[in-house]
């Protein structure tokens, strides 16, 4: 069955420098959402999508935004980068919703490790 | 305080045994929570969801959930050495109507040969 595909897979970027890390999720699933994980810790929500338009907001810097397009693929866009971003990037698409009591079961992409130097 | 506890381990256990994983929220709300486990380095992967009170059973993992005590557990029944990872407790927080998942930070278990 086809995954969430994250690309891509590996980034090292300057401090200052800008990045895009793209998203496409499982076909069919119309929800995306996107988790920071820094070494150590438990990945934090950044943002999610529903049907094209921004549904929830976490802790994202200003520095950061995104977005997601028709065909359901998402970007997040980090400008200004700090060392302190250097993280894994995770991506995960569910089948959304919105029935009352609907599971909201996420898939996770393999992730992008972007390092900031 | 986290809103989704877990014990960070490592919880060593040996080959065969079971081993019991732990988590409490504090959202009385939540409604949803889900078990993932997580290789170093790889991404989470979901192992289990569970909504109701009482077990889940899937292949060698049971889901408990008590609502009363805020209290989400995963068993793992004849533990192998490829079960070793960390496994992330997430809870779906009781006001959110768009399924952001809100994890714990994660019990390191170890399956000793």
């Known amino acids: 069955a086809a995954g969430v595909i994250q690309s891509p897979r590996h980034l090292i970027k300057e401090k200052r420098e800008t990045a895009t890390l793209k998203c496409y999720p499982i076909?069919?699933?119309?929800?995306v959402y996107w988790y920071q994980q820094g070494p150590g810790q438990d990945p934090q929500f950044l943002i999610s999508f529903y049907e094209k338009m921004q549904s929830d907001k976490g802790s994202i810097p200003d520095r950061f935004s995104a977005q997601q397009f028709s065909d359901y693929h998402s970007e997040l866009n980090m400008s200004s980068l700090e060392l302190g971003d250097s993280a894994l990037y995770f991506c995960a698409s569910s089948l959304g919703p919105r029935l009352a009591g609907g599971p909201f079961i996420q898939y996770f992409g393999a992730g992008t490790r972007l390092s900031v130097l | 305080q986290k809103e989704v506890e877990q014990n960070s381990g490592p919880l060593s256990v040996p080959e065969g045994a079971i081993a019991s994983l732990n988590c409490t929220y504090s959202?009385?709300?939540?409604?949803?929570f889900f078990w993932y486990r997580q290789y170093s380095g790889k991404s989470p992967e979901l192992i289990m969801s569970i909504y109701s009170n009482g077990d889940k059973e899937d292949g060698r993992f049971t889901a408990q959930l008590n609502k009363a005590s805020q209290y989400v557990s995963l068993l793992i029944r004849d533990s192998q050495p490829s079960d070793s990872a960390t496994y992330l407790c997430a809870a779906i927080h009781g006001s959110s109507n768009t399924g952001k998942l809100i994890f714990g930070q994660g019990t390191t278990l170890q399956v000793k040969p």
């Open positions: 959202d009385r709300g939540s409604q949803s």
């Open positions: 076909p069919r699933h119309d929800t």
